[in-house]
């Protein structure tokens, strides 16, 4: 079956950076585009990153300017490097799977889902 594992997540201090993975099983990694999320308590779950089969990459403007996803084909991970942590980007960070059938990338329509890993960001 479809798995998505994500890692990399910890405590930061406002300014710093973390670099989250998730590493893809079960699937045909380059049919799928690839997304970022991520949910605050009390919040609902956002969107911050996608890329595509091609490569390009998509931001929303949480993400814009200071987080970069990237995408590995050979070895079936994204990364989702965050540069500039705030504080109101504490949040569990889920990594998701869409088949490609065109359509948006900023979406929320995404195939296969992750459990998340914490990211906090202390002032």
């Known amino acids: 079956q479809v798995q998505l594992v994500e890692s990399g997540g910890g405590l930061v201090q406002a300014g710093g950076s973390l670099r989250l993975s998730c590493a893809a099983s079960?699937?045909?990694?380059?049919?799928?585009?690839m997304g970022w999320f991520r949910q605050a308590p009390g919040k609902e779950r956002e969107i911050v990153a996608a890329i595509n089969w091609h490569n390009s990459a998509y931001y929303t403007n949480p993400a814009r300017g200071r987080f970069a996803i990237s995408r590995d084909d050979r070895k079936n991970t994204i990364t989702l490097q965050m540069n500039s942590l705030k504080p109101e980007d504490t949040a569990v960070y889920f990594c998701a799977a869409k088949l490609e059938r065109g359509g948006a990338y900023i979406a929320y329509d995404y195939d296969y889902w992750g459990q998340g890993t914490q990211v906090t960001v202390s002032s």
């Open positions: 079960g699937l045909t990694f380059n049919n799928y585009a």
